[in-house]
């Protein structure tokens, strides 16, 4: 009985956590764009937008890699004592709240700062030619939306084929900054 009341307490505790992280992170974001964006020329503009494309990629592909991976070649590597095999299996042991930690929360934010530096160069790309033309919007979201979505698809097969690999290159990134230990 006990373990049925803590399983609800558990899970409203991390939707509580996800919701709090997801406001920090996503403010941190923001202002780390907008500062960069202030008086940015169109090169780092489009620099800051391709840097959240690919940060919103690489987080998907590891989000995707933990739900794939198989524990069994981490076990063996933990007894061999191999650095961030404890933390692969870490991130395995816990790949519900890793995938939406990787998908959800850093990838929406990273697709919501996309759009909000795109608007950014939208606006300066039509007062640079004096123009309101709608169609500069869209060709800018539609190349946004191509890469993001084209970029995640490539990252999806990759964290499928090769989520062992993928969640070990996570892994020994968590060891170095000691992430996961337990």
């Known amino acids: 009985m006990k373990k049925e009341e803590a399983k609800p307490r558990s899970y409203w505790r991390w939707v509580i956590q996800i919701f709090l992280v997801s406001v920090a992170l996503s403010a941190i974001l923001s202002f780390v764009s907008g500062v960069a964006l202030e008086d940015a020329d169109y090169a780092l503009a489009i620099l800051v937008l391709v840097l959240f494309i690919l940060l919103g990629i690489v987080f998907d592909v590891i989000g995707v890699a933990v739900t794939a991976a198989d524990a069994r070649p981490f076990h063996s590597m933990a007894s061999h004592r191999e650095k961030g095999a404890k933390e692969a299996l870490f991130l395995l042991k816990n790949a519900d709240k890793v995938s939406s930690f990787c998908?959800?929360?850093?990838?929406?934010?990273?697709?919501?700062?996309?759009?909000?530096?795109a608007a950014v160069i939208v606006a300066r790309l039509q007062s640079s030619f004096n123009t309101r033309s709608i169609l500069v919007s869209i060709a800018v979201t539609a190349i946004i939306s191509g890469l993001t979505i084209g970029g995640k698809a490539v990252g999806k097969k990759l964290a499928m084929e090769k989520s062992t690999g993928v969640v070990y290159s996570a892994a020994k990134l968590l060891y170095v900054f000691h992430i996961g230990k337990k």
Not at 103 to 117: E, K, L, R, W
């Open 103 to 117: 998908n959800d929360v850093v990838g929406d934010i990273c697709g919501i700062v996309s759009g909000s530096t």
